[in-house]
């Protein structure tokens, strides 16, 4: 590494480092603004082949009109349809037939239907199958604007699988404006604030700005040769990137600031700040981006491609924090830090300077002192938060997974009060045409199913719809998918399949189930190997491993009361318990690593405990910076109005913060200080006598994190 930090930190060779970021910002500035156009958002592009809803998705182009998607216009009166609401339904029909919305429609509106009560009519306008996302939100939007709202008391609604489907992806319109705009100021003012620095600022921001664009623009490389893309991992980019990078930033600048009390020439500072330093980042960066890389084992295309996009942005914000910023450190020179500027020091060069931080001197003296106490202690406080976890109710449905009103949600409501709540969105059941009339009356006898409607043939398969009593998602609808499938296959064909929203559903929470068995183990081997080959031990990472799982059970049992209790939400999605693993435990243990790196560096020199003590004060600062940070940026996912993107940034915010003020802070000091020598078995360090430890802890030569 030598020479690349060598040629990073020349006087010369700086400027070429900016020139080549400028020359990438610029190429990937040009594709980045394409990514939203490549994001598939369709739920059914989520699912691996075998699932039978593929299997059923990929079988309905056989069938005349089977994919096409409802856009259902639903009219509701409490007391009841007049004769003028009807003729405005009628109206409504005709107009509808005679406009633009045809071009995807390809077919009038259906009959109209009047509930028994006479409250709610609906009439259904089939979208084609083959129109692209665009192409239906403007049919949509438009048979919206023909039918209005609704007055004088009459409501009217368009809901149905196609205005659902563009709701959806209407709320990832401008996303990533929103997420940049947020995270950027965000990061803005908290540095101001990290480094008292009218300029300093700025750097860090530059610096994951190009990596940033950079990201963006492989990323978008990647889709173009199959990388799965949604709004949601767009959306996790974007605050991965800044929140990643910002962390590595404050890391290199806090080194640098020590260094140059220790080397008269800045660039000699840079060069031992990157050397001190970039291990730890390299280290830290290659945990964060395997860890994402084992949802590659994912089932889930969604899960599959999430991995990818946001292992691509870890990459590029490392290089970029590891070349970019120095470049534009050393181009400023001291003058950076302007009003404080750190200035070379003699007593600094030797090592003989007093402790500057005395917040992180005190806890290091609790830590010495109560060492069992302390890491019992935390330990029995982050249990009592996990009990929370028998709160967890992973049932979020599609309705409820709005932060504000949607039109398509509401519709559904009206129309569920009078109708079957399948009846914008059949089941279909797929057998061999010779069992086709069998089928359908298996189908009718299954608890959950409340109409069979006719079926058709194709070659040697037939096709029957089914209309459920249950919304999609919810957990009467998965029971009547259950109860559906197995009735087929027990009593007319086995290989019978059974497709449909609801079926789709299913199938991706039973695909999330699969992939945290998966995947959670996966990441654990992966940062437990990473962390042995970082400290040369074994007794230390697994027991900072299993740090990191009680702060993630502690993190996942809050997160569950606050989302309905706090926030309000109806429940938890059923992918965060997988997504606030792979991010907890890969963000938190950066910290591990930024804190273990720089014990062991002390421990080489002054013994295990007294090496505790001079780590946690020289990390301290720059750890609890960079946890506000991360949770900063994550917090923004907030701002959104999706739930699951809510509950993500909940999550991992919550965590970083626990991770930065409990975990890094008191658990793992203490725990380590306790454990002692045996914490580097069976390593060198292991072997080596603690001279150092019976004159007790020597001061720390100096601190690395922002005061």
Known sequence: MSP???????????????????????????????????????????????????KVQALLPRFAGARDQLATVVYHRAGGLGAGDRAIIAADRQRVDASPTRAVAQQPALATVTSKDGTTAYFSVPMSSSADINQLTTAVDHLRS????GTGGLDVKVTGQAASLVDSVKVFKGIDGTLLLAAGLLVAVLLLLIYRSPFLWLLPLVAVGFAYQAAQGAVYASALHGLVVNGQ???????????????YALL????????????????????????????????????????????????????????????????????????????????LGRRVFWPFVPRYSAAEAAGTAAPASRLWAALGR????????????????????SLGLLHLDTNLTNAQSFTSSVDSVEGQAILSQSF????????????????????????????????????????????????????????????????????????????????????????????TVRDEKVVIPMVLAVVLVILALLLRALLGPVLLVLTVILSYLAS??????????LFGFAATSPSIPLFGFIFLVAL?????????????????????????LRGLEATGGVITSAGLILAGTFAVLGLLPLVVLAEIGFIVAFGVLLDTFVVRTLLVPALAHDVSRAWWWPGSLWRRPDAGEAAGPAPAASTAGPA
């Not at 840079?270 to 730890?280: D, E, I, V």
């Not at 996942?556 to 209790?565: C, F, I, R, W």
């Not at 938190?588 to 505790?612: K, P």
């Open 588 to 612: 938190g243990c950066d910290y591990n690593i930024f804190l273990m790196a720089r014990i062991r560096e002390e421990a080489q020199r002054t013994g295990t405990r007294s090496g505790v």
């Open 233 to 247: 991992s767009a959306g996790i980019l974007t605050v991965l990137v800044f929140g990643v990078g910002t962390d």
């Open 252 to 331: 290199i600048v806090a080194r640098y600031r020590e260094e140059l009390r220790r080397h008269q020439d800045h660039h000699e500072a840079m060069a031992a700040a990157l050397r001190r330093s970039g291990p730890a980042i390299v280290a830290s960066g290659s945990t964060v981006t395997l860890s994402l890389l084992c949802l590659l084992a994912s089932s889930l295309n969604s899960d599959k491609g999430l991995g990818p996009v946001c292992a691509i942005g870890v990459v590029v914000a490392v290089v970029a924090m590891l070349s970019v910023l120095p470049a534009l450190l050393l181009a």
């Open 420 to 511: 079957p709540s399948g009846i914008t969105a059949p089941l279909f059941v797929v057998v061999p045409v010779a069992d086709a009339r069998q089928a359908a009356a298996a189908a009718a006898r299954t608890p959950g199913i409340a109409q069979v409607l006719p079926a058709q043939t194709s070659g040697n398969l037939a096709l029957v719809p089914a209309i459920a009593n249950a919304a999609d998602s919810t957990p009467r609808a998965d029971a009547t998918v259950v109860a559906l499938r197995h009735t087929l296959t027990s009593s007319v064909d086995p290989t019978a399949l059974v497709g449909g929203a609801s079926a789709i559903d299913y199938d991706v929470r039973q695909a």
């Open 4 to 54: 690349v930090i060598s040629f990073l930190t020349g006087r010369r060779t700086k400027w070429l480092v900016l020139l080549f970021w400028v020359v990438v910002g610029g190429i990937a500035g040009s594709t980045a603004a394409k990514l939203p156009g490549i994001e598939k958002n369709d739920p059914a592009a989520f699912l691996p082949a075998s699932a039978q809803s593929t």
């Open 366 to 385: 609790l830590v010495a002192r109560r060492d069992r106490t302390v890491w019992i202690g935390t330990a029995a406080v982050l249990a009592v938060c």
């Open 146 to 149: 023909i039918v209005g709202e």
């Open 556 to 565: 996942l049992g809050v997160a569950a009361v606050a989302n309905t209790s």
